[in-house]
């Protein structure tokens, strides 16, 4: 019974990363929205509505169980204060992206400034924010969710917006391994939806690919960062050209 109920905990987490409601499940399944609630709430799926409810998050079933796997007494979120003591400090907030990318003790010390006894310091406090187990010989262990994020709004995201405006993208993307496409167009609510639903799984295929390149040699990964955002927005000095 426990095995259901991670099951359903992992598929509830799967659809709020895909920013799906139990109302827009029912329509998908041709129930009524109790319904689905109850099926929820009981914990009470066929394989076959299992197997639905995954492909309307687009995912496949053994990615919900996988995901359901790597959920196990993972952190998924810090809290407000959390994040707020990582982003008010340079030092610890560069370790613990760092950590978040799998990077080795070594890896750290080979490319920072940081003493040995300076980044054990920062590692003990991540380890006492249950974002890694520093073990012996200075090994680190990462206890995140696969599906782990920084608060939406929160002070981590703060400061990385303001980052992304003033410094990412005044690159101009010319290089071979850049990429810059931005797309314009209308569409209706349930295209919205589907395309919210791509970027969630592209996000989780970037995090696979970080996830399997971990165990690359350090020197032939390099670090990337990716930009998905969708929102209703039009050039504002195309204002003064509209008719009121």
Not at 18 to 29: E, P
Not at 41 to 46: D, G, H, I, K
Not at 80 to 90: G, P, T
Not at 192 to 219: G, V
Request: aromatic share 10%; net charge neutral.
């Amino acid at each position: 019974m426990a095995q259901v109920a991670a099951l359903v905990a992992a598929l509830k987490s799967a659809l709020k990363s895909a920013h799906l409601t139990y109302a827009s499940v029912a329509a998908a399944m041709g129930l009524s929205e109790s319904s689905v609630k109850r099926k929820f709430s009981r914990q009470e799926f066929s394989l076959a509505e299992l197997d639905q409810i995954c492909s309307f998050c687009g995912m496949e079933f053994s990615e919900l169980v996988k995901l359901m796997e790597q959920r196990k007494d993972r952190l998924q979120t810090l809290t407000v204060e959390q994040e707020r003591e990582i982003a008010e400090d340079l030092a610890l907030l560069v370790v613990a992206v760092c950590v978040l990318n799998r990077w080795s003790f070594d890896n750290i010390i080979e490319f920072y400034v940081f003493k040995p006894h300076e980044l054990i310091q920062q590692l003990a406090r991540l380890d006492r924010l249950k974002i890694i187990e520093l073990q012996a010989n200075n090994r680190i262990k990462l206890l995140v969710a696969p599906n782990f994020s920084w608060l939406p709004n929160g002070p981590i995201q703060q400061v990385f917006l303001k980052a992304i405006q003033q410094d990412f993208f005044s690159a101009r993307f010319e290089r071979e391994d850049h990429e810059l496409i931005v797309l314009n167009g209308m569409l209706c609510d349930s295209s919205n939806a589907e395309l919210r639903r791509k970027m969630e799984r592209f996000a989780r295929e970037f995090d696979q690919l970080n996830q399997e390149d971990s165990s690359q040699p350090f020197h032939s990964r390099h670090g990337y960062t990716v930009v998905l955002a969708l929102r209703d927005w039009r050039y504002h000095k195309f204002a003064s050209l509209r008719l009121d």
